[in-house]
């Protein structure tokens, strides 16, 4: 099971995520700041599918967790093995958006496996969590 864990803090926040993944799975690369969507993100690279389950920028923190109570639509494998669109990319089409909302409202998830998504993002006064 994957796991996050939010520890909000008077400077911001502090986000652990701990991946469940098969063992055959190869090695994500680690992080490193790419430019994705116009913008400079941080996260380690997935190499089946390219994307994350975690990445960041100086505006939001986000956090991909399989969808585990749900079956997927691709069976055994799941969406890579069967050439779908990684959800991993999903993490970082999220920064094509200006927050969390327009993103919910706006981006097409179409045949993407089942997930949930942490999406941390600092404010003035208050931190907004959405999931």
């Keep these: 099971m994957c796991v996050v864990t939010v520890l909000p803090h008077a400077d911001g926040f502090l986000i652990t995520s701990n991946r469940?993944?098969?063992?055959?799975r190869p090695d994500a690369q680690p992080p490193q700041w790419h430019t994705y969507n116009g913008r400079p993100v941080l996260f380690?690279?997935?190499?089946?599918?390219?994307?994350?389950?975690?990445a960041a920028t100086d505006r939001a923190v986000v956090c991909l967790l399989n969808g585990a109570f749900e079956q997927g639509p691709f069976g055994p494998g799941g969406a890579a093995a069967a050439g779908a669109r990684s959800r991993g990319l999903a993490v970082l089409d999220f920064f094509a958006y200006d927050?969390?909302?327009?993103?919910?409202?706006?981006y097409d998830f179409g045949p993407l496996a089942p997930f949930t998504m942490v999406i941390a993002q600092p404010a003035n006064p208050v931190h907004q969590l959405y999931e």
């Design 44 to 54: 380690p690279k997935d190499p089946p599918g390219g994307g994350t389950w975690l």
């Design 20 to 24: 469940d993944e098969h063992r055959s």
């Design 99 to 106: 927050d969390a909302l327009q993103f919910v409202n706006g």
